[in-house]
């Protein structure tokens, strides 16, 4: 990869696919590396959730979490994707600062996916909201700045309006473990609307976080590939927004795994199965 100067904590780099992406010096990881943000966000989350054809049949605004704004490539591919579907979309972002797409829309031209959608992105930095008509789509594109884990513990969590989409896109469990932990993701699918079916992709593939998804009550499948990993993870309140749900073959090798049991604290470290989470696995309705 190749490194501009760095600004304000990060920098602008050219992945090995020739796209540009953001580098956080803080964290030392990079937003959607190998095949680029837009590319990423078409495969985990524009065609897994299906959102154009989820759009078109859902009467009123249709929801979606981006948790982990970064530099909000997720979230303007997605209106890239579906801007010519007469639609009502509203999205809910969530991240600790501005900063990374603060840093990116000056780097919009090497970026890309600000196309046509700088000023918006302005006025969003400017207000924390903002809507606008995009296509056929009517957009309204709100803040909430501020930490995650304890957002959701709030009373006020509670009147958030009801997920149909999350996408998942925190930094990795090593480096940003509170964003990883079983009591968030229980928190997370006690916000969900039962009779409104949401499901949840995000990139990883470990056993830990789909073993961590189950508990906290979420139905679990294998996700997309996108570039390098063969597979990602997709999480649903319904079994029928996921294609290929884990099964009990998966559940055998979970328990041979020396990396499976929750984060039950937001301290990263690796452990085996606990007797009490191999119980309570067994229990889940998924494997049945």
């Known amino acids: 990869m190749d490194f501009v100067e ?15 992406s953001v580098r956080s010096l803080e964290y030392q990881e990079t937003f959607h590396p190998v095949i680029g943000p837009v590319a990423e966000g078409e495969a985990l989350y524009v065609r897994q959730l299906g959102l154009v054809e989820r759009l078109r049949y859902t009467r009123g605004d249709f929801v979606i979490w981006d948790v982990g704004l970064g530099a909000a490539a997720n979230v303007l591919t997605v209106l890239h994707a579906t801007r010519q579907i007469h639609c009502s979309l509203r999205v809910l972002s969530f991240d600790q600062t501005l900063e990374p797409l603060e840093f ?6 090497a970026l890309g996916y600000f196309d046509g959608y700088g000023l918006q992105v302005q006025r969003f930095l ?12 009517k957009v309204t594109w709100e803040l909430h700045l501020g930490d995650f884990p304890t957002l959701l513990k709030r009373p006020a969590a509670r009147h958030f309006p009801k997920p149909h989409a999350i996408m998942f896109d925190a ?9 990883w932990t079983q009591p968030l993701f229980a928190n997370l699918f006690a916000l969900l609307n039962p009779g409104r079916p949401c499901a949840l992709p995000t990139y990883s593939r470990s056993t830990m976080l789909r073993v961590t998804l189950l508990l906290a009550g979420f139905f679990v499948g294998v ?30 090798r979970v328990r041979r795994s020396s990396s499976a049991e929750p984060l039950w604290e937001p301290v990263y470290r690796q452990a085996r199965l606990s007797p ?3 119980e309570r696995l067994q229990e889940h309705l998924q494997f049945s």
């Open 276 to 278: 009490e989470t191999w």
């Open 223 to 252: 996700g997309h590939a996108t570039g390098e990993k063969e597979e990602t993870t997709i999480a649903a309140n319904t079994l029928d927004l996921i294609t290929e749900p884990l099964d009990r073959r998966w559940l055998a």
């Open 6 to 20: 760095p600004d304000a904590g990060y920098k602008l780099v050219k992945l090995a696919s020739g796209a540009h």
């Open 171 to 179: 930094f990795s469990p090593a480096r940003n473990p509170a964003m």
């Open 126 to 137: 400017r207000d924390n909201r903002v809507e606008f008509q995009s296509g056929g789509q």
């Open 104 to 109: 990116a829309l000056e780097h919009a031209a």
